[in-house]
């Protein structure tokens, strides 16, 4: 049976550092957003915090963060990309978006594995595209990872 009162303890004891967290999401994401659209090995980068997110402006109108997700497009086919998630270290290859840890996902292999490449691609998920949910670790960190995997394709 779930102990409703652990449950709310658990939410409570969250939101006490949920501004902190999303803060270091934002940080990070906006930080690591920059690296990858000026880096050579990544075709297009997805984040409204870009000037050159085609809703950049009307973000910044909403927004007074732009998220702790970037999305972005690796140069290569499937199994670089592959090759590129495989070969991070920090975050956990998983689906689930929202914890303190970073989280990365290919989700023409994950989460739209079911849908022929033809089909992805009317969705905009493409074989190349990586999906990464910035968590709490140090950007310095997170940059050195993400560089060392980008080296190896």
Same mark, same amino acid.
């Given at each position: 049976?779930?102990?409703?009162?652990?449950?709310?303890?658990?939410? *409570?004891?969250?939101?006490?550092? @949920? $501004?902190?967290?999303?803060?270091?999401?934002? !940080?990070?994401?906006?930080?690591?957003?920059?690296?990858?659209?000026?880096?050579?090995?990544?075709?297009?980068?997805?984040?409204?915090?870009?000037?050159?997110?085609?809703?950049?402006?009307?973000?910044?109108?909403q927004m007074t963060g732009f998220g702790g997700v970037v999305s972005y497009e690796v140069d290569g086919?499937?199994?670089?990309? *592959?090759?590129?998630?495989?070969? @991070? $270290?920090?975050?956990?290859?998983?689906?689930? !978006?929202?914890?303190?840890?970073?989280?990365?996902?290919?989700?023409?292999?994950?989460?739209?594995?079911d849908l022929s490449q033809a089909e992805r691609a009317k969705y905009g998920i493409l074989d190349n595209?990586?999906?990464?949910?910035?968590?709490?670790?140090?950007?310095?960190?997170?940059?050195?990872?993400?560089?060392?995997?980008?080296?190896?394709?």
């Open positions: 049976m779930l102990d409703v009162t652990k449950g709310v303890y658990l939410i *409570i004891r969250g939101m006490k550092t @949920l $501004k902190l967290r999303v803060q270091q999401q934002n !940080f990070t994401a906006q930080r690591m957003a920059e690296l990858l659209e000026a880096h050579p090995k990544v075709k297009r980068v997805y984040y409204p915090g870009l000037k050159s997110h085609p809703e950049h402006e009307l973000a910044k109108k086919d499937i199994t670089t990309t *592959i090759k590129f998630v495989d070969s @991070l $270290k920090i975050p956990y290859i998983a689906l689930s !978006f929202g914890g303190c840890e970073s989280i990365v996902d290919q989700p023409a292999i994950t989460s739209y594995w595209l990586v999906r990464f949910s910035f968590g709490v670790e140090d950007y310095e960190d997170l940059e050195a990872d993400v560089l060392q995997a980008l080296d190896v394709i």
